[in-house]
């Protein structure tokens, strides 16, 4: 991203003083795919990790995860 990263992206959004900001779904889509890398995204504040090449399959059952805890009011 040409401003910033995502790791800075989760943080202003997490820091933001919005109501909501805790409970935004946040998923990292990165060639990044060693345990230090999905430990990275989960201390940085994002809910979870996908590696590239991103499986479709995968990629929709995760968006469908997320979504249903927002739908639900709380934070998986």
């Not at 910033?4 to 919005?18: E, V």
């Not at 889509?29 to 430990?39: G, K, R, S």
């Not at 996908?50 to 059952?61: G, H, N």
């Amino acid at each position: 991203m040409p401003v910033m990263d995502g790791y800075q992206a989760t943080a202003a959004i997490r820091s933001s003083g919005h109501e909501r900001a805790g409970t935004i779904p946040i998923i990292a889509m990165t060639a990044d795919a060693f345990h230090e890398d999905i430990v990275k995204a989960e201390t940085a504040g994002m809910n979870g990790h996908l590696a590239k090449p991103i499986d479709p399959e995968l990629l929709y059952e995760t968006v469908a995860e997320y979504l249903t805890c927002v739908a639900e009011d709380h934070l998986c």
